[in-house]
T-cell receptor, first 110, second 112 residues
Framework: QQPVQSPQAVILREGEDAVINCSSS?????VHWYRQKHGEAPVFLMI?????EQKGHDKISASFNEKKQQSSLYLTASQLSYSGTYFC???????????FGTGTRLAVRP | DGGITQSPKYLFRKEGQNVTLSCEQN?????MYWYRQDPGQGLRLIYY???????QKGDIAEGYSVSREKKESFPLTVTSAQKNPTAFYLC???????????FGAGTRLSVL
């Protein structure tokens, strides 16, 4: 079953922060985050595995709450280059293949 | 140069015609995937293969066919049975299920 992402879209000023959420109705084994620029292929950001860990690089980080079956992506001090559509993909503990959400469109304005 | 090569970048299909999208990888990954993306939508899985000579249907396999005769190659044929083929098609590879998926640059298919 497809994970649910929220919000569907967000507009930021450069330097502002944003949070994108991804939730599932099934027990999760992993959550993958990707960013896609218009007309291009999705680019991998990070993967979080069962265990409630938090990961991050630069000013983008993510958390995974296994009990709540959800993950959040945190974008801090946003830059123009952060604009794009963010997708989460989830794999369930029962071994289902990776399934992507419908995406969150993020626009960062100067 | 390591990576995933999809070709062509743009493809036009005439009504009733079958067309084949190419996906080649030199990452030595076992698993390969085909996704379809419609404007403003997420990625929907068409077919995937976890090993040579084996593949499984994804969520929207009707009107499509694949083969996996070599580890490096996973071509997708859009058949005439697919009545609404206009979309952006993405090929991905990974070392296996549960690992990162890496995407090719995509093929944009349109109907003439």
């Amino acid at each position: 079953q497809q994970p649910v992402q929220s919000p569907q879209a967000v507009i930021l000023r450069e330097g502002e922060d944003a949070v994108i959420n991804c939730s599932s109705s099934k027990a999760l084994y992993s959550v993958h985050w990707y960013r896609q620029k218009h007309g291009e292929a999705p680019v991998f950001l990070m993967i979080l595995l069962k265990g409630g860990e938090q990961k991050g690089h630069d000013k983008i980080s993510a958390s995974f709450n296994e009990k709540k079956q959800q993950s959040s992506l945190y974008l801090t001090a946003s830059q123009l280059s952060y604009s794009g559509t963010y997708f989460c993909g989830t794999e369930t503990s029962s071994g289902d293949k990776l399934t992507f959400g419908t995406g969150t469109r993020l626009a960062v304005r100067p | 140069d390591g990576g995933i090569t999809q070709s062509p970048k743009y493809l036009f299909r005439k009504e009733g015609q079958n067309v084949t999208l190419s996906c080649e990888q030199n990452l030595n990954h076992d698993a390969m995937y085909w996704y379809r993306q419609d404007p403003g939508q997420g990625l929907r899985l068409i077919y995937y293969s976890q090993i040579v000579n084996d593949f499984q249907k994804g969520d929207i396999a009707e009107g499509y066919s694949v083969s996996r005769e070599k580890k490096e190659s996973f071509p997708l044929t859009v058949t005439s049975a697919q009545k609404n083929p206009t979309a952006f098609y993405l090929c991905a590879t990974s070392p296996g299920q549960g690992y990162i998926q890496y995407f090719g640059a995509g093929t944009r298919l349109s109907v003439l």
